[in-house]
């Protein structure tokens, strides 16, 4: 346990916002570091000679700025990515000339032709009526196409039971801003998606870090998570998981079910990257239809502008999901639903998603060759790697010495939800950028960089 004893001043300020700054400070000046475990709040509420209920509101002030995390049982810790970047885009001017391997872009040279998908609209009889109010949940032969295109991820599903939103972030906004309220937790991977660490905070929801092996979350640590905290729901990406790659086996997954039955968890689950791996696997929530929303995006395997993905979900959620979708946007762009829609309908869609397949499985051969001598996990067509670092690099110094040498990655620490350790470990996009020769350029400076030492 840490000994801290913050300054905090007592005039003119609401104390345990002061407490929060302070923690804030302390982190950015090293005083304070990831994983540390924070002084009881009794103790510090006696060393400061404030309220408990001070420094109680003083370390939730904290939590929802992602400064600490709390465990019931264990106490509060400082988050792991508390000196870290979570966001994945940057608001800052572009670097001339800088290398993108840290955002997975889906390869966009390889998207359907969209004036040729214009022409086709404007062809219709009434291509006006794109361009009007519809019901929130989408046209039904948007929600149709939905359905179709769920199936492709091993979702059997009707029309009925699918809300068009505008993108799969968009769907989880909805699905966390519908189905829970501030202050639930839901149980996530160790490890995690960066946006939905972002959503979380923004909506005052709380991560709960689940312990992982080599195929994602384990249902034992869901259990005994359940057991110690009040979680709701459980966030999942069993097909390719972001950013370790690692697959839920049937097995595993009949087992997940169990526990969110057993629990009376709600399943979110986000599948992003599952199509640029061949073979379908049936997602966990199929297995418990009543308490389970699937996210089936676009942007990741046909195009990304569109900003479309399907939500489906059981007749029970579907009132609160369109009232998120009617209360965020009023409604997915019927113009991008068409379109994606069309394309999933005529086939382009399967065609590009065999297309960007066969360019990755190109890309995953050239890093096994840029990289030889470094361990790393990844699918022989997905869109990225999990790259083990060598001793002593750490995910975030990596990052850094990266940037400075004109490649963008991600470390570990973007990854990592609450007090967890973050391994030593980065993400590397392969797809990051549309041309060759700097996807090559980038994985030699990125080979150079780690023959040294930090």
């Known amino acids: 346990m840490t000994i801290w004893t913050p300054h905090i001043a007592r005039q003119g300020r609401v ?52 400064l600490v995390s709390g465990t019931v049982g264990r106490g509060t810790f400082v988050s792991s990515d508390a000196t870290t970047s979570t966001t994945m885009v940057s608001f800052e001017p572009s670097i001339p000339g800088m290398l993108e391997m ?6 966009y040279h390889l998207d359907p032709d969209i004036s040729k998908g214009f022409r086709r609209i404007t062809r219709r009889k009434d291509p006006s009526s794109f361009m009007r109010y519809t019901d929130p949940r989408g046209l039904p032969e948007h929600r149709q196409a939905g359905a179709d295109w769920a199936r492709r991820y091993g979702l059997e599903t009707e029309a009925d039971n699918v809300i068009v939103c505008a993108g799969a972030q968009h769907g989880l906004t909805c699905c966390l801003s519908g189905l829970f309220r501030p202050g639930d937790r839901i149980a996530t991977d160790a490890l995690t998606y960066p946006g939905m660490k972002t ?39 069993p097909g390719v998981h972001n950013p370790t790659t690692a697959t839920m086996s049937e097995e595993r997954r009949d087992h997940m079910a169990d526990m969110a039955e057993k629990h009376d968890l709600i399943i979110i689950e986000d599948d992003a990257y599952d199509l640029t791996h061949p073979g379908i696997l049936s997602p966990v929530g199929s297995r418990v239809r009543h308490r389970s929303v699937y996210v089936a995006g676009i942007s990741k395997s046909l195009a990304a502008g569109l900003r479309i993905a399907f939500l489906v979900a059981p007749k029970t959620f579907l009132k609160p999901l369109a009232q998120s979708v009617l209360n965020t946007i009023w409604m997915a762009p019927p113009l991008s639903s068409e379109l994606a829609a069309m394309w999933i309908n005529d086939g382009t ?3 590009v998603v065999k297309l960007k397949r066969t360019e990755a499985a190109r890309r995953y051969m050239i890093a096994c060759d840029k990289l030889e001598g470094l361990i790393f996990r ?18 975030q110094q990596f990052e850094k010495h990266a940037h400075q040498a004109g490649v963008n990655v991600f470390g570990a620490e973007k990854f990592t939800v609450g007090e967890t350790t973050a391994p030593t470990a980065a993400r590397i996009s392969l797809t990051g950028t549309d041309d060759p020769d700097d996807f090559k350029k980038g994985l030699t400076i990125i080979h150079s960089i780690l023959s040294q030492n930090p």
């Open 378 to 395: 990844g699918k022989p067509s997905g869109f990225f790697i999990w790259l083990t670092l060598p001793k002593p690099w750490t995910g």
């Open 349 to 351: 869609a399967d065609k």
């Open 15 to 66: 104390l345990y916002k002061e407490l929060a700054d302070a923690i804030e400070r302390d982190i950015e000046s090293t005083l304070l570091r990831p994983g540390e475990r924070m002084p009881p709040h009794r103790d510090l509420a006696d060393a400061l000679g404030i309220n408990v209920s001070t420094v109680t509101r003083g370390y939730r002030e904290a939590e929802k700025r992602g």
């Open 199 to 237: 959503l979380a905070a923004m909506l005052d929801i709380r991560l709960v870090p689940i312990p992982m092996d080599e195929q994602g979350m384990t249902p034992e640590g869901l259990d005994t998570a359940c057991r110690r905290d009040r979680i709701k729901g459980v966030y999942l990406m």
């Open 102 to 107: 840290g955002l997975i872009a889906p390869l």
